[in-house]
């Protein structure tokens, strides 16, 4: 059971919008402390995409996004394009476990 | 450019004990905090503890305490993480994971917990 609640899958058609959601608590996201998002490709280590809530790293494209309200974050993609297919995890601090605490991962599909 | 080489893979039996290597290049080893993140087969991400490259200091996820030792030799640059009393449950992919470079405000440095480049991953399978 993850720390933080990530929904199993998402799906859309190239070029739609999808957002996935992050859901924490009050000592985790809730508690102030940002979110990052990572990508991962099957048999691939994970990508940071999205850190401090918002930022992208250098390379990233502008159709990733992300954004943080009270307990919970999430990650939008404009413009789903079929290499976008992957795995997507969420990441905090958590206060109460003093240590860093994932979701559980969200398998996007383009349809 | 930042490279992360990590140990191959290991097969151990319950009870045992696995050592992974992740040799850092690319930029400056102290500069920046490691991380070791595990994954175990279809599932998602579990942190498990940082280490501090210059002072050797570390933190470990509460359900790894006791169990688990991170150290570092910045004379080659390198990281490792010991796992002892292993089950089957200990399968995984296991990966270091470089932070952002720290937050400091005099003398004191604070890790970001941003994990910006990954090593390869190490699989370690526990059987009998």
């Known amino acids: 059971q993850s720390v933080l609640t990530q929904p199993p899958s998402v799906s859309g058609a190239p070029g739609q919008r999808v957002t996935i959601s992050c859901t924490g608590s009050?000592?985790?996201?809730?508690?102030?402390?940002?979110v990052d998002w990572y990508q991962q490709f099957p048999g691939t280590a994970p990508k940071l995409l999205i850190y401090?809530?918002?930022n992208r790293p250098s390379g990233v494209p502008d159709r990733f996004s992300g954004s943080k309200s009270g307990t919970s974050a999430s990650l939008a993609i404009s413009g789903l394009q079929s290499e976008d297919e992957a795995d997507y995890f969420c990441?905090?601090?958590?206060?109460?476990?003093?240590?860093?605490?994932f979701g559980g991962g969200t398998k996007l599909t383009v349809l | 450019q930042v490279q992360l080489v990590q140990s191959g893979a290991e097969v151990k039996k319950p009870g045992a004990s696995v050592h992974i290597s992740c040799k850092a290049s690319?930029?400056?080893?102290?500069?920046?905090?490691m991380h070791w993140v595990r994954q175990a087969p279809g599932q998602g991400l579990e942190w498990m503890g940082i280490?501090?490259?210059?002072?050797?200091?570390?933190s470990y996820a509460q359900k790894f305490q006791g169990r688990v030792t991170m150290t570092r030799d910045t004379s080659t640059s390198t990281v490792y993480m010991e796992l002892r009393s292993l089950t089957s449950e200990d399968t995984a992919l296991y990966y270091c994971?470089?932070?952002?470079?720290?937050?400091?405000?005099?003398?004191?440095?604070?890790?970001?917990?941003?994990?910006?480049?990954w090593g390869q991953g190490t699989l370690v399978t526990v059987s009998s």
């Open positions: 009050s000592s985790n996201i809730g508690a102030g402390n940002v």
């Open positions: 401090g809530n918002t």
């Open positions: 690319g930029y400056t080893f102290t500069g920046h905090y």
């Open positions: 994971a470089r932070d952002l470079p720290p937050d400091c405000t005099n003398g004191v440095c604070f890790p970001k917990y941003y994990f910006d480049h």
């Open positions: 280490i501090n490259p210059t002072a050797g200091s570390t």
């Open positions: 990441q905090s601090y958590d206060i109460s476990l003093s240590c860093s605490v």
